[in-house]
């Protein structure tokens, strides 16, 4: 064999007898995908009514005591009907929103707010059930609820399975019971509205 042969055969050679001593390690490595959830909501209010525009307002005999007062803009200016919700709740997330609750920062005392999700329970007397019992369980179309001052802060669902993109009505009421003693005044608090995946 020419030397040649032998110098480019060599390394080809070496190589075989050196094969079976290359070792080998392998990993592995889990990869996610993911769009991460987003749980939000908006409120939209029918006009002249806003979130800084929303009132309940006694006619009539002023003497602190009516049942069933209407949500009005601060003037007094009609926003809502028995065909015309209050607020329409929009899913802005990308999950479906499983309760939407609602509660308040305080509410006096004489006043008692109620909330229906459809015409159904439009101005209803909210006597389905009474206290604590009010709060509890999933509420239908023609269902409302009500808080007062002992319960105004208590957290209570008003809503359930709110689809993506999906849109809920409430209607909103008040009764006041000797407010004030019906003496004029003007008090205020916070409806706040949580959306629960």
């Known amino acids: 064999m020419k030397k040649g042969t032998i110098g480019i055969l060599l390394p080809a050679i ?4 050196l094969l079976p001593l290359v070792a080998s390690d392998t990993t592995t ?3 996610t995908f993911k769009i991460p959830v987003t749980v939000s909501h908006s409120i939209a209010y029918t006009a ?11 006619t009539g005999t002023i003497d602190g ?9 601060s003037d007094g200016s ?4 028995q065909a015309n919700y209050i607020m329409r709740v929009t899913n802005g997330g ?13 509410i006096s005392s004489g006043v008692t707010v109620k909330v229906s999700k459809g015409t159904n329970g439009w101005e209803s007397t909210c006597t389905l059930v009474t ?13 409302c609820r009500s808080w007062n001052t002992t319960y105004a802060t208590t957290l209570a669902n008003v809503s359930v399975s709110l689809a993506v993109s999906g849109t809920a009505d409430f209607w909103l009421w008040s009764d006041f019971n000797n407010f ?12 706040t509205t949580e959306a629960k995946q």
């Open 14 to 17: 070496l190589a075989l007898i």
């Open 29 to 31: 490595t889990t990869i």
């Open 48 to 58: 002249p009514c806003s979130s800084l525009n929303f009132a309940f307002i006694e």
């Open 65 to 73: 005591t009516q049942n069933q007062i209407n949500v009005t803009g």
């Open 78 to 81: 009609a926003c809502q009907t």
């Open 94 to 106: 990308n999950v479906v929103i499983g309760g939407l609750a609602v509660n308040f920062s305080a």
């Open 131 to 143: 206290g604590a019992g009010n709060y509890t369980g999933a509420p239908q179309t023609t269902f």
């Open 180 to 191: 004030n003693s019906g003496l004029a005044t003007e008090t205020n608090a916070t409806l």
